[in-house]
């Protein structure tokens, strides 16, 4: 089946730092999706990305669409206290959504 | 908007007993899914419904799982008997419709089976 691996599984940094993550699939999917999941929460949809290479931004947080198709990073800059959370990588296919297992950030203030 | 509604948040059962969980979607949403998320993975698509119809339930255990969307808005997840492996949070979400990737997801049921 689909697989999406997400690295690395928890970071820990302190606030005010910049944060990068990255998602590698087995599959190719034509849209990459990035989850957050705020603890006791469901998870949100932070950003989307369609095309191929593709670059976007949403505030602190900047994602970007591997040329395969197979790869995501996600960058947050300048951590503060509420950006904790387990951060997913999704991929949309067949109008189903495929979950990384996440990436759990901690903030020490 | 009032968002994706469940209950309860938190149930405890021993193996073999049976429980039901309890999903009100945000209004107009025709697409309503039900996740089941273990400790430490991301969440995996139990059932989806269409309106009042199944549109996928292939991953889940129907020897022991159940549910239903009555009249194509709120929904039950029901487990029985429980296993001890069914411990995790079941996840309800909903979407306008199923090409819509912006999924909405309730707070979830945290179930621990002993």
């Known amino acids: 089946g689909q697989q999406l691996n997400q690295s690395p599984q928890s970071m820990f940094i302190q606030e005010g730092e910049d944060v990068s993550m990255n998602c590698t699939s087995s599959s190719i999917f034509n849209t990459w999706l990035w989850y957050k999941q705020d603890p006791g929460e469901g998870p949100v949809l932070l950003i989307a990305l369609y095309k191929a290479g593709e670059l976007t931004s949403n505030g602190r947080l900047t994602a970007q669409f591997g040329i395969t198709r197979k790869d995501s990073f996600l960058n947050i800059s300048a951590s503060i206290p509420s950006d904790v959370g387990i951060y997913f990588c999704?991929?949309?296919?067949?109008?189903?959504?495929?979950f990384g297992q996440g990436t759990r950030l901690t903030i020490n203030p | 908007e009032a968002g994706v509604a469940q209950s309860p948040r938190y149930k405890i059962i021993e193996k073999r007993q049976s429980v039901a969980f309890w999903c009100n979607p945000i209004s107009g949403h025709a697409t309503l899914y039900w996740y089941q998320q273990i400790l430490g993975q991301g969440p995996k698509l139990l059932i989806q419904f269409q309106n009042n119809g199944v549109v996928d339930d292939s991953q889940l255990p129907k020897d022991r799982f159940s549910a239903e969307r009555l009249k194509g808005v709120d929904s039950t997840l029901k487990i029985q008997p429980a296993k001890l492996e069914d411990s995790a949070v079941y996840l309800c979400?909903?979407?306008?419709?199923?090409?819509?990737?912006?999924?909405?997801f309730g707070p979830g049921t945290r179930l621990t089976v002993t």
């Open positions: 979400a909903s979407s306008l419709d199923f090409l819509s990737y912006e999924q909405y």
């Open positions: 999704v991929g949309w296919g067949a109008q189903k959504l495929v």
